[in-house]
């Protein structure tokens, strides 16, 4: 199985005529996702040429709204390359349109923007991942968003995490194991998809064996996860958290990522996670190294 993305879901691209959406859209079509259509009101009715993963030519169509590509193409995913200035507003018009996964790339938002669409979400039922995140990828199945779909194939690890290039190095870590689902929620101070949100999703998932966490300073998302996982997860988990040498008070990279005194430190964040009893490796490669010995011990028993 796979969380929350698989094969059959159906996915559009809101601002695929755009050069980021088009180069991404053409990478998601290689990787077998399902991509049913796109939006741009001022190229309505037209037809945007790719190139399959077989080789074969596909015709992707452009419509005016979100909701006339669901109408015509049962579309139940969107995934947003739109600039920051509009990304509320395709957002909002995604959950009207009754889009049930909203993958927000755009990075940069304003934060009042996120909190505002983030909760009209929560409040319609749908699901927003990011935004400013990499997007989610179901190993040979489906890829909606910019993860590189060839580091890795299916397997039987999950993997939630805040940074885009650590999911993507992690990936690569533990490419011959696999994954269920990747899922890059980002690193801004508001995303719509959390650690616990993913945790809950991969603990029912029957296919996923253990959980591996990305998180980064800033925040105390990370000391919630860790809680959680005391309380509700079964599964093994092993956590990275980015920022170990990071200055205090300084912003570094993602704007969640603000340590103030001991709050929101990687020490911290680890001692908590340790605490859940959660492994914590103090870099990637050695968090990779947990994963293996904790999976190869499942197997032995």
């Given at each position: 199985?796979?969380?929350?993305?698989?094969?059959?879901?159906?996915v559009?691209?809101?601002?695929?005529?755009?050069?980021?959406?088009?180069?991404?859209?053409?990478?998601m079509?290689?990787?077998?996702?399902?991509?049913?259509?796109?939006?741009?009101?001022?190229?309505?009715?037209?037809?945007?040429?790719?190139?399959?993963?077989?080789?074969?030519?596909?015709?992707?169509?452009?419509?005016g709204?979100?909701?006339?590509?669901?109408?015509?193409?049962?579309?139940?995913?969107?995934?947003?390359?739109?600039?920051?200035?509009?990304?509320?507003s395709?957002?909002?018009?995604?959950?009207?349109?009754?889009?049930?996964?909203i993958?927000?790339?755009?990075?940069?938002?304003?934060?009042?923007?996120?909190t505002?669409?983030?909760?009209?979400?929560?409040?319609k039922g749908?699901?927003?991942i990011?935004?400013?995140?990499?997007?989610?990828?179901?190993?040979?199945?489906?890829?909606?968003?910019?993860?590189?779909?060839?580091?890795?194939?299916?397997?039987?690890?999950?993997?939630?995490s805040?940074?885009?290039?650590l999911t993507?190095?992690?990936?690569y870590?533990?490419?011959?194991?696999?994954?269920?689902?990747?899922?890059?929620?980002?690193?801004?101070?508001?995303?719509?998809?959390t650690h616990?949100?993913?945790?809950?999703?991969?603990?029912?998932?029957?296919?996923?064996?253990?959980?591996?966490?990305?998180g980064?300073?800033?925040?105390?998302?990370?000391?919630?996860?860790?809680?959680?996982?005391?309380?509700?997860?079964?599964?093994?988990?092993?956590?990275y958290?980015?920022?170990?040498?990071?200055?205090?008070?300084?912003?570094?990279?993602h704007?969640g990522?603000?340590?103030?005194?001991?709050?929101?430190?990687?020490?911290?964040?680890?001692?908590?996670?340790e605490?859940?009893?959660?492994k914590?490796?103090?870099?990637?490669?050695?968090?990779?190294?947990?994963?293996?010995?904790?999976?190869s011990?499942?197997?032995?028993?």
């Amino acid at each position: 199985m796979s969380v929350f993305l698989d094969e059959n879901s159906r996915v559009i691209v809101q601002g695929i005529t755009g050069s980021e959406g088009r180069k991404h859209t053409g990478l998601m079509l290689k990787a077998g996702t399902r991509i049913v259509g796109g939006t741009n009101p001022k190229k309505a009715g037209t037809k945007l040429q790719f190139e399959k993963a077989d080789g074969s030519s596909t015709e992707v169509p452009v419509f005016g709204t979100v909701a006339q590509a669901r109408e015509q193409t049962q579309a139940n995913v969107s995934v947003i390359f739109v600039p920051p200035a509009f990304a509320k507003s395709a957002v909002v018009e995604a959950v009207d349109a009754g889009i049930e996964l909203i993958v927000v790339i755009t990075e940069g938002i304003p934060v009042q923007d996120s909190t505002a669409f983030v909760n009209y979400a929560l409040e319609k039922g749908s699901r927003i991942i990011g935004p400013n995140c990499p997007g989610i990828i179901s190993p040979g199945k489906a890829n909606a968003g910019i993860t590189p779909a060839n580091i890795t194939g299916p397997g039987r690890l999950g993997l939630v995490s805040k940074s885009g290039t650590l999911t993507y190095q992690m990936m690569y870590e533990l490419r011959d194991l696999g994954f269920t689902t990747c899922i890059g929620i980002g690193g801004d101070p508001v995303v719509g998809t959390t650690h616990i949100d993913a945790l809950a999703a991969f603990e029912d998932d029957p296919d996923t064996e253990l959980i591996v966490m990305i998180g980064e300073i800033g925040g105390d998302a990370e000391e919630r996860a860790a809680e959680y996982i005391k309380e509700h997860v079964s599964k093994p988990v092993v956590g990275y958290v980015a920022g170990f040498t990071a200055p205090e008070g300084k912003t570094m990279g993602h704007a969640g990522a603000i340590v103030s005194g001991s709050s929101g430190t990687a020490e911290a964040k680890k001692n908590a996670l340790e605490a859940g009893g959660v492994k914590v490796g103090k870099t990637p490669s050695e968090t990779a190294r947990l994963a293996r010995q904790i999976l190869s011990g499942l197997n032995k028993a």
